[in-house]
């Protein structure tokens, strides 16, 4: 298990002209599935949950896959109402704004689009946020 290779294609073709289209944004390869960076800082990551592994992950979504979720950040009440929500959403345990989602067929692009925003506007800089429309 590791790379992009593991993230179905489909999955990645509507993550990534949402994540690409952030300023000064990137996209590599991480341990496991694909990430996307503003700087060093990851605001998205997209894996797949296959017979329990990684194990982190498939704890935290309650599920042995095979399943794809999606991990970002978000904050104040939003993150209040998407963590109180449950599944397909989920609360991993490695940091307190963590949000975590299983996709789904259903699962709305343009929410995802908002969320993916969101998630970079909290960690981008303050210029780099600026460039963005207002939320």
Same mark, same amino acid.
């Given at each position: 298990?590791?790379?992009? +290779? #593991?993230?179905?294609? *489909?999955?990645? /073709?509507? &993550?990534?002209?949402?994540?690409?289209?952030?300023?000064?944004?990137? =996209? =590599?390869?991480?341990?496991?599935?694909?990430?996307?960076?503003?700087?060093?800082? %990851?605001?998205?990551?997209?894996?797949?949950? =296959? +017979?329990?592994? @990684?194990?982190?992950? /498939?704890? $935290?979504?309650? %599920? !042995?896959?095979? /399943?794809?979720? &999606?991990?970002?950040?978000?904050?104040?009440?939003?993150?209040?109402?998407? %963590?109180?929500?449950?599944?397909?959403?989920?609360?991993?345990?490695?940091?307190?704004?963590?949000?975590?989602?299983?996709?789904? !067929?259903? %699962? !709305? #692009?343009?929410?995802?689009? *908002?969320? &993916?925003?969101?998630?970079?506007?909290?960690? /981008?800089?303050?210029?780099? $946020? $600026?460039? &963005?429309? @207002?939320?």
């Amino acid at each position: 298990m590791g790379g992009p +290779d #593991d993230v179905p294609p *489909e999955i990645l /073709a509507r &993550l990534r002209p949402v994540c690409l289209a952030l300023p000064e944004t990137y =996209e =590599e390869p991480a341990w496991v599935g694909v990430r996307w960076r503003i700087r060093r800082r %990851t605001f998205a990551h997209v894996l797949t949950i =296959e +017979d329990g592994r @990684p194990a982190a992950h /498939a704890r $935290a979504a309650d %599920t !042995d896959g095979p /399943a794809t979720v &999606l991990i970002f950040r978000s904050a104040g009440t939003e993150l209040a109402a998407l %963590t109180a929500i449950g599944h397909p959403w989920f609360t991993p345990s490695w940091g307190p704004d963590v949000v975590g989602l299983v996709l789904q !067929d259903r %699962t !709305d #692009d343009a929410e995802l689009a *908002e969320l &993916l925003t969101e998630s970079y506007r909290l960690l /981008a800089s303050k210029t780099l $946020a $600026a460039r &963005l429309d @207002p939320p």
